[in-house]
């Protein structure tokens, strides 16, 4: 099920937005995390350095010549050594990672915005219309009053003046105005109806679900350039690696 067919909901749509916004913040806390790892490997490689180097100052006389300890403790420092220019190297491969995980960042944000206002943007005209349908309504409500107390009262001036009279003359004119306005909003009334239907249609069909499929592949491709980050993230914190 994807997002064009299972995220269309307005609840749906604050969730997506409240999930980008969680995502976002793990970046940071991840990135932050991953600044911190690349200082202590940095802070530990030379700590490392200097013991090793401490270390190989030992004495290189004749008498210590052909010694087995002495071999083996300069293959220990050798590899203190090693380790140390490894975690160098570590410290400085997780800043590069650290700015793979700050232009994601970046784009994701941008994408997040990018989706809000699309979806603000094509929101609003339905909203707008259905705004004008409930107001053209009340119009259409409010000269139907109108219409009714009219018609009663040229009845009943009707039944009283005959077919005659200044009296009548002036309620049938407004009883007649009454009804050409009563039409009026009613066609208004039935065209915005229309009108609204037709935009949310497209709205449900078109351009809602192009957005969110849009929104579904923006999303994978992050997915899959998150999980890049994390494994060279774990890559560049093992030893063991092949470097």
Same mark, same amino acid.
């Given at each position: 099920?994807?997002?064009?067919? %299972?995220?269309? $909901?307005?609840?749906?749509?604050?969730?997506?937005?409240?999930?980008?916004?969680? &995502?976002?913040?793990?970046?940071?806390?991840?990135?932050?995390?991953?600044?911190?790892? %690349?200082?202590?490997?940095?802070?530990?490689?030379?700590?490392?350095?200097?013991?090793?180097?401490?270390?190989?100052? /030992?004495?290189? @006389?004749? &008498?210590?010549? $052909?010694?087995?300890?002495?071999?083996?403790?300069?293959?220990?420092?050798? +590899?203190?050594?090693?380790?140390? *220019?490894?975690?160098?190297?570590?410290?400085?491969?997780?800043?590069?990672?650290?700015?793979?995980? /700050?232009?994601?960042?970046?784009?994701?944000?941008?994408?997040?915005? %990018?989706?809000? &206002?699309?979806? %603000? *943007?094509?929101? @609003?005209?339905?909203?707008?219309?259905?705004?004008?349908?409930?107001? *053209?309504?009340? &119009?259409?409500?409010?000269?139907?009053?109108?219409?009714?107390? =009219?018609?009663?009262?040229? +009845?009943?001036?009707?039944? *009283?003046?005959?077919?005659?009279?200044?009296? =009548?003359?002036?309620?049938?004119?407004?009883?007649?105005? @009454?009804?050409?306005?009563?039409?009026?909003?009613?066609?208004?009334?039935?065209?915005?109806? /229309?009108?609204?239907?037709?935009? +949310?249609?497209?709205?449900?069909?078109? =351009?809602?679900?192009?957005?969110?499929?849009?929104?579904?592949?923006?999303?994978?491709?992050?997915? =899959?350039?998150?999980?890049?980050?994390?494994? +060279?993230?774990?890559?560049?914190?093992?030893?063991?690696?092949?470097?």
């Amino acid at each position: 099920m994807g997002f064009s067919s %299972a995220l269309q $909901g307005r609840a749906a749509h604050e969730a997506l937005i409240v999930r980008q916004d969680a &995502e976002l913040r793990l970046m940071e806390t991840m990135k932050r995390s991953i600044q911190l790892k %690349a200082k202590c490997d940095r802070e530990y490689a030379i700590g490392l350095a200097a013991v090793a180097q401490q270390g190989m100052k /030992t004495d290189r @006389a004749d &008498e210590m010549q $052909g010694s087995l300890i002495t071999k083996a403790w300069r293959s220990y420092m050798d +590899e203190l050594d090693h380790q140390a *220019k490894q975690f160098k190297s570590n410290a400085e491969l997780l800043e590069v990672v650290c700015d793979k995980l /700050t232009h994601l960042s970046q784009d994701k944000r941008k994408a997040r915005k %990018a989706y809000q &206002e699309e979806h %603000a *943007k094509i929101a @609003a005209r339905l909203n707008h219309l259905t705004d004008e349908v409930v107001r *053209k309504k009340a &119009e259409y409500q409010k000269h139907l009053e109108g219409y009714k107390a =009219l018609r009663t009262r040229f +009845e009943e001036h009707y039944i *009283k003046s005959g077919r005659g009279g200044r009296k =009548l003359d002036d309620v049938r004119d407004k009883y007649q105005k @009454a009804c050409r306005k009563l039409h009026l909003t009613h066609n208004e009334y039935v065209l915005s109806i /229309t009108e609204a239907v037709e935009v +949310e249609k497209d709205f449900r069909t078109v =351009l809602l679900p192009g957005l969110l499929e849009h929104q579904q592949s923006v999303q994978e491709s992050f997915i =899959l350039l998150w999980k890049n980050i994390l494994q +060279e993230t774990s890559q560049h914190g093992d030893l063991t690696s092949d470097k």
